[in-house]
C-alpha cells in the first residue's frame, strides 16, 4: 500500500503571498490531519478532515484553513505568509475505524523569506 | 501550557543496551497513548499505542507501559540497535472509538543516540 503522500516537499515563498500544499490520504483512509512542525514549538495540530468535513482544528489564525475532497484528498491553504510561518507541514491520515494511530507523509518544507 | 512532556531532550545507549524514554502528561482527558519515531526530513513513523485501558503493550522489541495514576508512560527499546537512532515523541489524544482520529497532542521529543 502507498504510504500518505505530499506536495511540492520544498517551497519557498516571500511575505504577503499565500501557498497551498497538498496531501494524499493512505488509500482508503478518510480521515487526514494537519500538523505544523518548528523548532519552537515542536507539532502542533492544525485540524482534521473526515468525510469533506472539519471535525477537529487547533490553535491557529484564520490564515490557515483546509479542505478534503471526496476522494479524501486534502489540501491546507495559508493566506498573508508571515516569516513565522516557516516550518515543516505534516499530513497524516488514518482509517475511520476508531483506530488513532496516525500515518505521516513526509511533510512540505515551506521558508518563507 | 504542554500537555504532554519529554523533561529529556537526548539519550545515549549502548547497542544491545535498554532504551528508556519517558512521557509525562497533565490531562486527565488523555486516554490513548503513541510513540513515533522520527529521521530528519521525514515524517514521524508510528511505532507503537496503548489504551489507557491497558497498562503494556509489546510489540516486537518495543514496550510501551502507561501509569496512569502517574500520569506518565515509557517506551523500553531491548535491544537497542544503532538504527534505533532517532527522535522519539510521545502524543496523546482522547475520544478513541468515534470513529474517526482525534487530534494528536505531542511531546516535545527525546534524541536517541545508540552508540556502537
Known amino acids: 500500500k502507498a504510504g500518505v503522500t505530499q506536495t511540492p516537499r520544498y517551497l519557498i515563498k516571500t511575505r504577503g503571498q499565500q501557498v497551498t500544499l497538498s496531501c494524499s490520504p493512505i488509500?482508503?483512509?478518510?480521515?487526514v490531519s494537519w500538523y505544523q512542525q518548528t523548532p519552537g514549538q515542536g507539532l502542533q495540530f492544525l485540524f482534521e478532515?473526515?468525510?469533506?468535513?472539519?471535525?477537529n482544528k487547533g490553535n491557529f489564525p484564520g490564515r490557515f484553513s483546509g479542505r478534503q475532497f471526496s476522494n479524501s484528498r486534502s489540501e491546507m491553504n495559508v493566506s498573508t505568509l508571515e516569516l513565522g510561518d516557516s516550518a515543516l507541514y505534516l499530513c497524516?491520515?488514518?482509517?475511520?475505524?476508531?483506530?488513532?494511530?496516525?500515518?505521516f507523509g513526509p511533510g512540505t518544507r515551506l521558508t518563507v523569506t | 501550557d504542554q500537555q504532554v512532556k519529554q523533561n529529556s531532550p537526548s539519550l545515549s545507549v549502548q547497542e544491545g543496551r535498554i532504551s528508556i524514554l519517558n512521557c509525562d502528561y497533565t490531562?486527565?482527558?488523555?486516554?490513548?497513548f503513541l510513540w513515533y519515531k522520527k529521521y530528519p526530513a521525514e515524517g514521524p513513523t508510528f511505532l507503537i499505542s496503548?489504551?489507557?485501558?491497558?497498562d503494556k503493550n509489546e510489540d516486537g522489541r518495543f514496550t510501551v507501559f502507561l501509569n496512569k495514576s502517574a500520569k506518565h508512560l515509557s517506551l523500553h527499546i531491548v535491544p537497542s540497535q544503532p538504527g534505533d537512532s532517532a527522535v522519539y515523541f510521545c502524543?496523546?489524544?482522547?475520544?478513541?472509538?468515534?470513529?474517526?482520529?482525534?487530534?494528536?497532542?505531542f511531546g516535545t521529543g527525546t534524541r536517541l543516540q545508540v552508540t556502537l
Open positions: 497524516a491520515s488514518s482509517s475511520r475505524v476508531g483506530r488513532n494511530e496516525q500515518y
Open positions: 488509500s482508503g483512509h478518510r480521515s
Open positions: 478532515y473526515f468525510s469533506e468535513t472539519q471535525r
Open positions: 490531562n486527565s482527558m488523555f486516554d490513548y
Open positions: 496503548i489504551s489507557s485501558i491497558k
Open positions: 502524543a496523546a489524544t482522547s475520544a478513541v472509538g468515534t470513529g474517526t482520529a482525534s487530534k494528536l497532542t
